[in-house]
């Protein structure tokens, strides 16, 4: 896994993945409290919207995800290929 990376977000922890499917990768971001101690063992895959919806929802998603990190969540989102 991928090293975490600094968040505007000073409770939780963003760390980049990529996805195997099929022959493609697809990009990914793990948010989780950045005090591991918080972590409730539940996890929450976050699917975005294509096209038009997209580029509308990208802040939203990532905020959140960050809100349920901070719940205790590890929470998955990613793109899809070709997006």
């Avoid at 063992?41 to 699917?47: D, K, Q, S």
Wanted: charged share 20%; aromatic share 8%; glycine share 8%.
């Amino acid at each position: 896994m991928d090293q975490p990376v600094a968040t505007n977000a000073a409770d939780v922890v963003w760390t980049p993945v990529w996805i195997r499917s099929g022959e493609q990768h697809l990009a990914g971001w793990i948010h989780r409290p950045r005090d591991a101690s918080r972590l409730n063992g539940r996890g929450l895959l976050i699917c975005k919207p294509i096209g038009h919806e997209l580029i509308h929802a990208h802040q939203s998603t990532r905020e959140m995800a960050n809100s349920f990190a901070r719940a205790g969540y590890s929470v998955l989102r990613f793109d899809y290929t070709g997006t």
